[in-house]
């Protein structure tokens, strides 16, 4: 969808000009070119590197609205794998489909993507599309073992690794008190029963 407030750059390789379509619909145009990528296209996670190649092969047709832009982009994406924190890279193809409205032209959809005079701006459709087919939990792998959770360690290249069972610092203190006969005392031990007094009762049966 394009911006009204974004001023475009004939230079850019995101911005097709038709004018040699004019607007005799029907006229077609085919664009097969790789372009450099702009910047913060993707997400937190991950994205298409600035600069990079964007392989775009489409196909421009003159309607009687606008003009229909059709075909694929194809680029790069790189990131980091939410579980184990290591790179994750993979190419990435996207559709590309959209009607770009000649100025004047009032169209159904008041959201409608518009030509700025002669040119049509690609870069928004293209965030759209590409934003939508990211993953938003990027994974290496489908069963990544991510991270220790005690030294940080990589799971993936030590699948064995273990840590000893650690036991409550809280207990330390517990754990040198000496009880009774030189035996330590163990706070799980069950505590031996209570003698009960004799009463008078018992004292009188007695004598």
């Given at each position: ?95 590309i489909q959209e009607l770009y409205v000649y100025p004047g032209v ?69 754990r040198g008190i000496e009880g ?28």
């Amino acid at each position: 969808m394009s911006s009204p407030h974004r001023q475009l750059n004939p230079r850019s390789g995101l911005v097709l000009d038709t004018h040699e379509l004019g607007r005799r619909a029907g006229a077609m145009k085919v664009v097969q070119t790789s372009v450099e990528a702009p910047a913060d296209l993707g997400i937190g996670v991950i994205g298409v590197p600035l600069g990079s190649p964007i392989e775009l092969d489409l196909q421009l047709e003159s309607v009687v609205e606008g003009v229909l832009v059709s075909g694929s982009a194809t680029v790069e994406v790189r990131g980091e794998c939410v579980r184990c924190l290591s790179e994750v890279s993979d190419e990435l193809e996207v559709a590309i489909q959209e009607l770009y409205v000649y100025p004047g032209v009032e169209p159904d959809d008041d959201l409608a993507s518009r030509l700025e005079g002669d040119l049509i701006d690609l870069e928004p459709l293209l965030r759209d599309e590409v934003v939508l087919d990211l993953p938003f939990q990027p994974l290496c792998r489908d069963d990544c073992s991510g991270l220790c959770v005690e030294c940080g360690a990589n799971l993936n290249d030590d699948p064995g690794h273990r840590h000893e069972a650690r036991l409550d610092p809280r207990w330390d203190a517990l754990r040198g008190i000496e009880g009774g006969g030189g035996r330590s005392y163990d706070v799980l031990q069950t505590a031996p029963q209570a003698t009960k007094f004799p009463g008078k009762s018992a004292r009188r049966n007695q004598e």
